[in-house]
C-alpha cells in the first residue's frame, strides 16, 4: 500500500470512527461525516487520474454534487433540530416522536 493510499484509508477510518464512537452532537457527527465524504472525493479524483479514462472522470464530480447536498441539508437539519428539540445532543432525538 502506498503513502498516498494509507493517508486516505486513515482518514475515512478516521472519520468512520469519530462517526461511530463521539456520537454526542449532531454537529460532530456531520463534522464527521464531511471528512468522510472528503476522503472518498480526493480517492476517487487520484484513482479517475490513476486509469487515465474520461469515464471514470465523472465519479468525482457526481460525489462532489451529492456532498454539496449533504453539507446543505446537514447546517438546516440541525437548526431545525435546535429550534424543535432545544438542543442537537442525539440522545434526545427520538425517531418516533413527531
Do not use: K
Amino acid at each position: 500500500m502506498t503513502p498516498v493510499h494509507f493517508s486516505f484509508t486513515s482518514a475515512f477510518i478516521l472519520g468512520l470512527m469519530g462517526l461511530a464512537f463521539y456520537r454526542t452532537h449532531l454537529l460532530s457527527a456531520l463534522l464527521c461525516l464531511e471528512g468522510m465524504m472528503l476522503s472518498l472525493f480526493i480517492a476517487l479524483a487520484l484513482w479517475a487520474l490513476q486509469f487515465e479514462s474520461t469515464g471514470f472522470s465523472t465519479a468525482p464530480m457526481l460525489l462532489l454534487a451529492f456532498s454539496a447536498c449533504e453539507a446543505s441539508a446537514g447546517p438546516g437539519l440541525l437548526v431545525a433540530t435546535a429550534r424543535t428539540h432545544g438542543t442537537d445532543r442525539l440522545q434526545n432525538l427520538n425517531l418516533l416522536q413527531c
